[in-house]
């Protein structure tokens, strides 16, 4: 027998921190590589975020605080969700936990029985599918193609609901496609909810106020205020204000959900650490103005790789509205050989063959449950963005 728990073997290391590893590997051993796979901004943390954690240091709060928040911060949580989604919650409705990542799980440790089923649009985060298998859980995996522009369907959403289902996760704008939902679109969504009381929804907006154009965001608590009483609205302050390493994310719904989440915190890894939560205090209560120039590069980006992208034989490339990824079909590549001679059977070897002989590391699209495709993300210099789409133009044109 193993010494190692049945429960870890339902589940496979992240893929997307694995490419992230083979690419820096490979780079630390001298090979000229562009990682594409990176799931954070390339901006460093704003300096009066930095500031606030010395200061916080200076000031002696290196201490434990309380499990779920401190209740500075908690009442920032809730001004937030006020001013940015119009949702009125109590600090009593808010819990604090060491990254966005930590607060989904510990959601779903805590409300999962064997049997209970969770719908998940795919493509999905790649955490999504493990984390409820490690919490007991079946995950139901729902499609939404490039046909749809990488969103489900309301009749897809119905058809898979069961008496066993106990969550819907929802994320918009989504990684790994950038696609989000109007509010249309969700409203489409919320509806279906509502005639299924028993299911639950646990929204993921980690990519909030990463949204381009003239496109509005919107979050299913708000767009339907019947679902407030069965939903988790999880966010964080990793990807909009560049504080990834700092471990910092949150969410709101019914105060007993939030209290059970708390319970599991208390004995797994108390309170998230300190200072990044005096950070995170300053992240939303200081200066916002940087997001929008943040954004204002991230969109020209993503418009050069879009259009990139495109131009390359057998990839198509729809326009997402938000996060920094984009996810690119590449039907049109699957069957061929390649250059250097590897055949491209699926987009996993598309993935391998493209590192192997460009250069460039992307991560492919079965990893996120959606093929043939691959995700790009486009948080790294212009001038790397443009070198690497031009050897997948490359790369592309030498398939035959
Ligand atoms: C969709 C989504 N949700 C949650 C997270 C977790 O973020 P955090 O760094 O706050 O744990 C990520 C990070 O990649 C993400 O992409």
């Not at 496979?12 to 490979?26: D, G, M, N, Q």
């Not at 590069?297 to 879009?306: G, H, K, N």
């Not at 990839?315 to 039907?331: H, L, M, Q, W």
Request: proline content about 7%.
């Amino acid at each position: 027998m193993s010494f190692l728990s049945a429960t870890l073997s339902r589940v496979k290391p992240s893929p997307t921190i694995a490419v992230t590893t083979k690419a820096r590997e490979l780079k630390a051993a001298g090979k000229d590589v562009i990682g594409l796979g990176a799931g954070e901004p390339d901006f460093d943390t704003p300096d009066n975020i930095k500031e606030a954690a010395k200061a916080a240091i200076d000031r002696g709060e290196t201490k434990y605080t309380a499990v779920d928040g401190l209740p500075e911060l908690k009442a920032a949580i809730c001004a937030k969700f006020k001013a940015d989604n119009g949702l009125d919650y109590t600090p009593a409705q808010v819990t604090v936990g060491t990254g966005g990542k930590q607060v989904l799980y510990n959601a779903l440790m805590a409300t999962l029985n064997p049997g209970d089923e969770v719908i998940i649009p795919a493509p999905y985060w790649v955490s999504y599918p493990d984390m409820v298998l490690l919490a007991g859980g079946t995950p139901v995996i729902v499609e939404g193609g490039p046909e749809t522009g990488y969103r489900i369907t309301p009749e897809a959403l119905e058809a898979a609901i069961t008496p066993k289902t106990k969550w819907f996760i929802f994320n918009s704008p989504s990684n790994p496609t950038g696609a989000a939902y109007t509010r249309a679109q969700l409203k489409a969504l919320t509806d279906v909810l509502m005639r299924h009381p028993h299911v639950w929804v646990m929204s993921d907006d980690m990519y909030e106020k990463l949204v381009y154009g003239d496109y509005v965001f919107c979050t299913p608590a708000e767009v339907e205020p019947g679902l407030y009483d069965r939903t988790l609205t999880c966010n964080g302050v990793s990807k909009a204000y560049c504080m990834t390493g700092w471990r910092i994310g949150y969410a709101a719904g019914p105060a007993p959900l939030i209290k059970a989440i708390g319970t599991l915190q208390s004995q797994s890894t108390s309170n998230p650490c300190s200072i990044a939560q005096w950070a995170a205090l300053e992240a939303l209560t200081g200066p916002q103005d940087f997001i929008a120039s943040n954004n204002a590069v991230f969109q020209r980006r993503r418009d050069m790789v879009v259009e990139m992208l495109n131009a390359a034989e057998g990839v198509d490339c729809p326009v997402p509205e938000g996060a920094f990824y984009v996810y690119p079909s590449i039907a049109g590549c699957i069957g061929k050989t390649s250059a250097g001679g590897a055949k491209i059977a699926d987009d996993e070897a598309f993935a391998t063959a493209l590192l192997e002989e460009k250069g460039v590391a992307v991560v492919f699209g079965a990893a996120f449950g959606l093929s043939p495709a691959f995700r790009v993300s486009y948080a790294t210099s212009d001038a790397a963005l443009k070198e690497a789409c031009a050897r997948i133009q490359e790369f592309c044109a030498g398939l035959r």
